[in-house]
């Protein structure tokens, strides 16, 4: 069954904006990360943030964890055209090794 | 010095034929998936393989087979193919179960 759900489904946005997406679960988990697709090719990793940590840096991403709320949040700063993408939100619930579980994604459009 | 590499790229068959998506990853990760991505987007793990066992055998009819001949491959191997099969599948790898997760750049099947 589904375990994430982003929000909004999509975004549309200028460049030099910020972007924040979110992500809802369902159940307790190990870990969440979050990944970007390209139209038409594969995911790329961008974060894994661990059930203990709250907070996590990456360059122009910002991700955080609430674990009472069952949330997570991706904010992308000073936001490009190459950002244009899908980013799913995906959690690996506790005691379920390797399952990975996607949320629907939202889809952020960056426009010049 | 692509990580993971997915083939055929495009593979656009008959109902009713047998087909094969093959996968390998030059990582040195331990575990490998696959995924299959629906006209929507939404991403559904299918099988995952540790040390070339499998540890994780969603829902799926038996008519798809993992064959994991060695740690570096993990290949597809879809009987009978339907309409409904026609997707997007992604094989994806990790140095451990819990790890962020690296995929391939997907093949997309046609059922006619």
């Known amino acids: 069954s589904q375990q994430g759900e982003e929000d909004p489904q999509a975004l549309s946005i200028q460049e030099g904006e910020n972007a924040t997406m979110n992500c809802s679960y369902k159940t307790s988990i190990n870990n969440l990360q979050w990944y970007r697709q390209n139209s038409g090719r594969g995911l790329v990793h961008l974060i894994l943030?661990?059930?203990?940590?709250r907070e996590k840096h990456s360059g122009r991403l910002r991700v955080t964890l609430d674990t009472s709320k069952k949330s997570s949040s991706l904010l992308i700063t000073a936001s490009r055209a190459a950002d244009t993408a899908s980013y799913f939100c995906a959690t690996t619930p506790t005691g379920t090794a390797s399952k990975l579980t996607f949320g629907t994604g939202t889809r952020l459009q960056v426009t010049l | 010095d692509t990580a993971v590499s997915q083939t055929p790229k495009y593979l656009v068959t008959q109902m009713g034929n047998d087909k094969s998506i093959k996968c390998e990853q030059n990582?040195?990760?331990?575990?490998m998936y696959w995924y299959k991505q629906d006209s929507k987007k939404f991403l559904k793990i299918m099988f995952s393989y540790n040390n070339k066992e499998l540890i994780i055998n969603e829902t799926v009819p038996n008519r798809f087979s993992p064959k994991s001949p060695d740690k570096a491959h993990l290949n597809l191997h879809i009987n009978s193919l339907e309409l409904g099969d026609s997707a997007v599948y992604f094989c994806?790898?990790?140095?451990?179960?819990?790890?962020?997760?690296?995929f391939g750049p997907g093949t997309r099947l046609t059922v006619l």
């Open positions: 994806a790898s990790s140095l451990g179960p819990r790890d962020a997760q690296y």
């Open positions: 990582l040195g990760h331990d575990t």
């Open positions: 943030i661990r059930s203990n940590e």
